[in-house]
C-alpha cells in the first residue's frame, strides 16, 4: 500500500500519516531485531519514514553504535530515518534518566512509565497497591503523571527535537479512568506539547491515547505521529488501533 492511500483528510485537518512510524525498538534494548531488519519491514510496509527510539539511561554504552548503525542504513534505502531514544521522566520536576551523551540523538521520545514520587518512581503494581490502601488517590496520580509529563517535555526540548510516547498510559495501567483528569490539566498537556514543538505519539502497541484523547489534542493543532512501538519487525508499520484513529 503506498504512502497516498495510507493517509486521509478528516475535515481540514490531516489524519495521522500511517506511512510514518515514529517510534521502534531494535535489537540493541527492549527490541529483537537489528536495525537492517526493521528497515527491511517497513519497506514492505510501504513506509517513507522510521524513528528509532530505544530506551535508555544512565547506565546505556552503546548510543555511538546505535546511532551509527542507522547512519549505515540510511545509505541503503529510501526511507527517512531518524535516530532517537525514549529517556524515562523520573521527577515531578521534569527530571529524566538521561544517558551520559546525548550528542548522538536527533529526538527525544519522553515516556513516563512509572509513577515519579518523592523517594523515585513506582512501577504499576506499586501503584496499584497505593491506590487500594487509599494511600493514593485516582486524581492524586493523574495529577502526578501529568505534572511530570508536562515537566518533562519541558526539560527535554532544550536539548532536542521532542516526542511524547504513549501520553498517559499509566493511568489505564493501574485502572485509573482518565476521566479524572480535569479538562484544564488536559489543556494543559496540549499547551506544553505546542510550547515546546513536541509530536504526540499514537501507540498502537499500548493503544494510547485514548481516541477522545487523540481527538482533543488534534483540536488544539497538537502534532500527531502514528507509532508501532515495534519490538519485531512484523511489527513495523502495521496498523489496528491507529486505522480507527
Known sequence: ?????????????????LAVDGHVHTG??????????????????????ITFA????????????????????????????????????????????WPAD???????????SGLPLAAGPIGPRDVRSLLATGD????????????????????????????LARPLSLLSQVGVDEIVVPPASLAALAAACRDTG??????????????PIVAALREADVSLVAASDARYAAEVGHWQYLSRV
Open 198 to 211: 513536541t509530536t504526540v505519539e499514537i501507540s498502537e502497541a499500548w493503544r494510547s491515547p485514548s481516541l
Open 1 to 17: 500500500m503506498g504512502a497516498e492511500s495510507k493517509s486521509a483528510v478528516v475535515g481540514r485537518t490531516p489524519a495521522v500519516d
Open 136 to 163: 493514593l488517590t485516582a486524581a492524586q496520580v493523574a495529577d502526578i503523571v501529568l505534572t511530570a509529563t508536562i515537566n518533562g517535555l519541558e526539560r527535554a526540548s532544550r536539548y532536542a527535537p521532542t516526542q
Open 28 to 49: 540493541f534494548a527492549a527490541g529483537r531485531d537489528s536495525v537492517g531488519v526493521l528497515v527491511s519491514a517497513g519497506d514492505r510496509a510501504g513506509l517513507t519514514a
Open 102 to 112: 546525548l550528542s548522538h540523538l536527533e529526538a527525544i521520545s519522553v515516556a513516563v
Open 54 to 97: 530505544d530506551q535508555v539511561g544512565p547506565e546505556t554504552t552503546w548510543l555511538p553504535a546505535y546511532a551509527d548503525a542507522v547512519r549505515r542504513a540510511r545509505r541503503r534505502t529510501e526511507l527517512d530515518l531518524r535516530i532517537a531514544a525514549e529517556v524515562e521522566v523520573v521527577r515531578q520536576d521534569g527530571w529524566l534518566a
